[in-house]
């Protein structure tokens, strides 16, 4: 399975995730994770134990561009070939992912990902 | 212009500095003065490409950033200082670059580091470096964010720089 770690500031990654899940029931593969107190170091210690091992494939969603969140992903991302990193995280985006995952080659999924995420945004 | 704000914080560059800070004091130019990311391309463009729009970001080792950033003030710049840790804030106060107050913005737990305030953690090795600056009349002044209350390290520190 294809899994996301929903990688943000205070608890806006838990909500998230607890609004997913009140919108498709309890899920698997989709964890979230705060940078709360946590130094640089502590929170790349944080996001590699979140995102595990090897595996299928790994989708961070972070929140901020530029951000402490952001520039730790995009440090893992560099690392490991089996980890991917969107920013501008919203509603749209995350089930759009949970729905389709299973669905769709890993390398396909960040892009159709990020597309449901700006169409989700209207002026 | 001038040296805006001076501040250690081990996230370097990151929101609450670009969207907090940056949005109050409207910088012309962030620094980032540490040997890490100035020895590493990838990690120096990082940090370039999150400058906020018309806001400049330079990346320097602890060497340069004293000769740098008089330049930028003498060319009317106002600049914004992140330094990683209390070590380095000596290291470049003690090179020649004055500085009246330093913001202790962020440094956190770590192995024998013991908290003071939510965002600040400090071990012996922080102590001292800080309490050289503060001799040298440097006020070592806690805030965050902008609209918080700033609060005199020492005074936190009380009885506890005893026990660190």
């Known amino acids: 399975m294809i899994r996301g770690v929903v990688f943000t500031h205070d608890s806006l990654g838990e909500a998230f995730c607890e609004s997913v899940g009140s919108f498709l029931g309890p899920q698997e593969g989709l964890v979230c994770l705060s940078n709360r107190n946590l130094s640089a170091e502590q929170m790349m210690e944080a996001l590699i134990a979140a995102v595990g091992p090897e595996g299928e494939g790994v989708v961070i969603f972070s929140a901020l561009f530029g951000g402490s969140c952001w520039q730790t992903s995009e440090r893992l991302k560099r690392e490991r070939s089996d980890v991917r990193h969107i920013t501008g995280v919203n509603l749209a985006m995350l089930l759009a992912f949970m729905n389709k995952r299973e669905e769709t080659a890993f390398d396909d999924l960040v892009e159709m990902v990020t597309g449901y995420g700006h169409r989700g945004i209207k002026p | 212009m001038s040296l805006l704000l001076v501040r250690i914080d081990d996230r370097l560059l990151h929101g609450q500095v670009t ?146």
């Open chain 2, 19 to 164: 969207q907090g800070w940056g949005s109050v004091l409207k910088p012309d130019r962030f620094v980032v003065a540490n040997d890490t990311a100035a020895g590493s391309d990838w990690e120096k463009e990082m940090y370039e490409t999150t400058a906020p729009e018309g806001v400049l970001v330079s990346v320097l080792s602890l060497s340069e950033t004293g000769d740098r950033i008089r330049e930028w003030i003498e060319a009317e710049e106002g600049i914004l200082l992140l330094i990683e840790n209390p070590s380095d804030a000596l290291t470049l106060y003690r090179a020649g670059l004055m500085f009246e107050v330093l913001n202790m913005g962020g440094l956190h737990h770590r192995d024998g580091r013991k908290r003071i305030l939510p965002y600040v953690c400090l071990d012996s090795d922080d102590i001292v470096a800080l309490e050289d600056l503060r001799d040298h009349g440097v006020m070592i002044e806690c805030a965050d964010v902008p609209n918080c209350e700033r609060k005199d390290l020492f005074e936190c520190l009380g009885s506890t720089a005893s026990g660190i």
